[in-house]
C-alpha cells in the first residue's frame, strides 16, 4: 500500500478531484495549508505598499492507495494540476505499513 500525499495550488482541486475519480481514487483528505517554496512567497501591493506574503495558500491531497495504482494516481496528478508556471506543487509517495478500518477492523488493504 502507498500514501501519495500531493500539494497542489487551491484552484486546481475540482480538476484534480475529477481525474482521480476516473482512475478509480474512491477516498481521500483534503486539508487547507500555507506555505512556500524556492521563491520564498509572493510580492504583493496593498494601498501603494509592496509586502512579502511569506506563505501561499495550497491544498493537500491525502491518499491511500494499493500499489498498483500508483503510476495512475500520480500522473493524474501531474497532469491535472499542472499550469507550467511556479508553484504548481509536488507529490511524495510514501509505503504505508498498515491499514485499519474502524468499523470493520478490516486490515491492510481491505480496510482502503
Known sequence: MKRVEAIIKPHKLDEVK???????????????????GRTGGRREVY????YVVDFVPKVRLEIL?????VHDV?????????TGK?????IFITT?????????????????
Not at 74 to 82: F, K, L, P, Y
Not at 86 to 90: L, M, V
Request: no cysteine; aromatic share 2%.
Open 18 to 36: 475529477d481525474r482521480l475519480k476516473q482512475v478509480g481514487v474512491t477516498g481521500m483528505t483534503i486539508t487547507d495549508v500555507k506555505g512556500f
Open 86 to 90: 511556479i508553484g504548481d506543487g509536488k
Open 74 to 82: 500520480v500522473a493524474a496528478i501531474a497532469e491535472s494540476a499542472r
Open 96 to 112: 504505508l505499513d498498515e491499514a485499519i478500518r474502524i468499523r470493520t477492523a478490516e486490515r491492510g488493504e481491505d480496510a482502503l
Open 47 to 50: 494601498r501603494g505598499s509592496a
Open 65 to 69: 492507495i494499493k500499489d498498483e495504482m
